[in-house]
C-alpha cells in the first residue's frame, strides 16, 4: 500500500513534471498527496502540530538536544580501581588466579562451575564463605572464588567484605578502602558510591574498620534492604560475602537469612569433623549448605593432583 509512505520518503522524492502519468500518481505519493492524505487521517494517527513544523530536513543533533539525557546503567557508574591479579607488592594473600595452570586455580575453576550449576538450577544468587574457624581461608577462598566468577565472560560478580571482626579483602587485594561497608549496610552510602570495580566484571564492596556490634549490624532491617536494593540495581549474577567464623560470632547466624546458600572452608591442617557438625547444626533449618570447601589439602586429597 503505497499510501502509507512515511513522511521522509516525501521528501526524498524527485518532483515530478507535468509528463507524469497516472500510474505515476499511483506509485509515488506526491507532496500535496501526502498532505490531503494526512487531512483526512485520524487526529490520533497524525503527527503533533509542533512536528508537522518542525522542518523536515533539521538536523539530527538538534532533535537529540530535545531528548532527556540517559544516565549509565547503575554497574558502569561504579568506579573502576586499578588491580593487578599478577602483582604481588602490597598484598599478603596469595592470588591464584595468575598461575592459571597450578592445581589451586584448577580447583578454583572447579568450584567456580560446580557452585554455578548449583545456583543456576536453583536461582540463587547470594553466598555466604564462612568457616569453623579463623585462619581457616575464607579469605583466600572468597577472593580467589570471586576472581574466577568474574573471568566467565558477560557475568557480573560482586564480593563484600561483611567481616567486621577481621576485615581482609582490601589488604588481599592489595586496593585502598575508600568508604565503610557499615554505612553501605545503614542505607547512608548508596551502591555506587561503596563498591569500586577492579574488573570489569568484579565489584567489591571493602571493610576496614572492626565494630563489635557487628552482629546487630547484620541483623538491621537496613541490612537486609541494602543487600536486596544492592542484588537489584547491580545485575549480580553471584554475590559473595565474606563473613567471620561461624563458631567463634554469631555474626553468620544473623545474616543467614539474607542468603540463599553457605559455602564452609575448612582447613586441611586444622579443622576437625566436630567442628564441621557444629556448623551444620548452627545453619541447619536456616539456609542450603552448598559445600565444604577443603582449604590446605594434603597432595592425596585434591582431585586434580
Ligand atoms: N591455601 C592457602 N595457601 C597459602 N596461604 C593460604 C592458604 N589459605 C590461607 N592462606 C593464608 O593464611 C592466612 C589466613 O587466611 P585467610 O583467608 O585470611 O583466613 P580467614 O579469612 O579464614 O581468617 C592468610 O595469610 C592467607 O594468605
Ligand atoms: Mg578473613
Known sequence: MKHFASSEAVTASPVRGPQKTQKDDEDVMTEQGFKRFR???????????????????????????????????????????????????????????????????????LLRTRLLHTLKARGWKRVAVTAPAGGCGTTFSAVNLALSLARVPGSRTVLLDMNFRRPGVAQAMGIPVQAEMNAFLSGAAPMEEHLLRPLPSLAVGLNS??????????????????????????????????????????????????????????????????????????????TQLLGVVLNRARKSDCPLH
Open 39 to 109: 487531512r483526512r487521517a485520524p487526529a490520533d494517527a497524525t503527527p503533533s502540530a509542533a512536528a508537522e513544523e518542525r522542518p523536515l530536513s533539521a538536523p539530527a543533533s538538534s532533535v537529540a538536544a530535545q531528548l532527556p539525557a540517559t544516565l549509565p546503567e547503575p554497574w558502569d557508574r561504579i568506579r573502576q580501581v586499578p588491580f593487578d591479579a599478577e602483582a604481588d607488592g602490597s598484598r599478603c594473600l596469595p592470588l591464584v588466579s595468575r598461575f592459571r595452570t597450578a592445581p589451586a586455580s584448577k580447583s578454583f575453576d
Open 209 to 286: 574498620a572492626a565494630d563489635q556490634n557487628a552482629a546487630e549490624i547484620l541483623h538491621s532491617r537496613s541490612c537486609s534492604a541494602a543487600l536486596d536494593e544492592l542484588m537489584l540495581r547491580s545485575g549480580a549474577d553471584t554475590a559473595l560475602f565474606d563473613l567471620p567464623p561461624v563458631l567463634e560470632h554469631d555474626d553468620t547466624a544473623a545474616v543467614l537469612p539474607q542468603v540463599d546458600g553457605v559455602l564452609l572452608v575448612s582447613d586441611g591442617t586444622s579443622t576437625t569433623a566436630a567442628q564441621l557438625a557444629a556448623c551444620e547444626k548452627v545453619l541447619a533449618g536456616h
